[in-house]
């Protein structure tokens, strides 16, 4: 019964801090949704001894206040208490986009930056005013995922996670609910009401009867032989947990469709040939020496680079890409050239190592399979910059993705060697811990994690750098989306999670393990040490004025 009662103490933090950060509210299902993506495992519903989320929410008054929409939509809204009234207050003054605004604004792609006139930070967006889009591979995955059997809609968020090793988050391709989701996919996946609730079916049999119709038997077959390769492929069982990026990467359908063209074509030459396999195999050692020779351009012995510091004070776009406390995160620094090259070339790589004859000239022996390698990895037809960080046993090693900022347990079979060309663009994960903070308790906990998370998730922010410790980036963290600047630091600190130092204590997590200064080089070692600031797109004035507030309030007020 205690275990019980601790059990729901913490529960009810963690749905308060969940449902304050939703000014709209929350319908129990988005709730739970919202659970899975953020603690990554289901609400502990049997382990209360509750049948539902709004059985669960009807034992929690002083937490949650149960209302319903006007089409009858039940809708749970947060109960502040007293250390969470002034976040209630200003998730209450965050601006909501219009549907009217959102037409005006229908034809411009991707704003990211401010317009040069503009002195107000505020104006920082990420998310594109068109309508969403689910990418390429994402849809994918759900279609694999149906390619079974039919899944319940109350299933689809754990089944999702037990199959890709993270959560369906949706929201950051701009879709408000998994209703909008499947409406934007019902060309494969249909929803049929049945007594259990909402049935997802795949339209497998409807589509292959239709590709049968309009192509040739041949080229129909060459198709289900496509279909049948992600299906198949072991490297889809996992995916990198940590990437709100690499699901963004996939933009266009049309670039998705060309690569597993390219590889059928790739896995369709033996087929044709007559010989069989072992044969060639046998051919192949008597033409070549035992040991595999290594292509020259296959990188070795050298590390990427660090990305050039920043200039202490000054004003920075960032995305959060990987949390593991407010001591511990990776970002992205913005800037549309960075952005495009990292793009580009995932792109690059996908092409050229997704051919079977180019990627066997690439397959990493064993001795090469060790500690510090910097090579890549295929995840989801994907291939990452990674750096070996340790050898799990035969099969398996744990890897450092560069641009995102988390480890990884992979299988050795899907690792390859990185091609010389590929160590240009520097690692673009920055190590990052939230300036002058530390946790009340002497660890961060689950809930303060909780909170910093949702704070960073699905935005572009505003870091306002304040200096480098140990190869770590101390930084303060500002969302300027709402109509009063909300400063990370502060909402961590009227939450009872965090007290403010005025100074930066070295973080704990980065002291035992801080993979970005074990394995990347810093940027001066390559000629390149001068200290640069990004490309932000702002005007110097404004940002001069806007740095000389931040500093005010950092030193003063916010404090």
Known sequence: ASKQAQLMEVLKKEVRAMLIAAKAGLTPEQLEEQYVAMVCKPLPLCDLGFQSTLELVTQMPEVVRISSSKNGTVILKAIADDSTKGIAKLVANQKVKT????????????????????????????????????????KAELQDLLSSSPLLLTDLDRAFLRRFGRAFQYRQYGFLSISEVLRSVSDSIVIEQTKAGSLLVLRKYLSSQIEQEELPQGEAEGEAEEEEVPQGEAEEEELPQGEAEEEEVPQSEAEEEEVPQDEAEEEEVPQNISVPLIPL?????????????????????????????????????????????????????????ASYKLQDLMFEMRHVYSHKVASDKYIMPEWAVRPGQLCCVMVSKWWYRVIIHRVVSDQEVEVFYADYGHLQIVQKSWLRFLKWHYLKLPAQAVPCSLAWVKPVEGTWSSAAILLFKHLCRFKELVGIVDE?????????????????????????????????????????????????????????????????EPDLHLQQESRDADSETATLKLDGAEL
């Open 281 to 337: 195999q046998h051919q192949g050692l008597e033409q070549f020496p035992p040991t595999p020779e290594i292509p020259p351009d296959a990188v070795q012995d050298r590390s990427l680079c660090s990305l050039p510091p920043l200039k202490r004070r000054c004003l920075v776009g960032v995305i959060v890409e990987f949390v593991i406390s407010p001591s511990q995160f990776y970002v992205h620094i913005c800037s549309p050239e």
């Open 468 to 532: 480098y410790m140990d190869g770590v980036l101390y930084l303060f963290l500002c969302d300027t989306s709402t109509r009063e600047d909300v400063y990370f630091h502060s909402v961590l600190r009227d939450m009872g999670y965090a007290d403010i130092c005025g100074e930066n204590v070295p973080s704990q997590e980065f002291e035992e393990l801080n993979p970005s200064a074990l394995y990347f080089q810093p940027s001066g070692r390559q000629g390149n040490a001068e200290v640069v």
């Open 99 to 138: 549907r009217k605004a959102a037409k005006k604004t229908s034809t411009k792609t991707n704003v990211t930056f401010p317009p040069k006139n503009s002195k107000n930070p505020q104006s920082f967006q990420t998310l594109s005013a068109r309508t969403p889009v689910l990418p390429a591979a994402v």
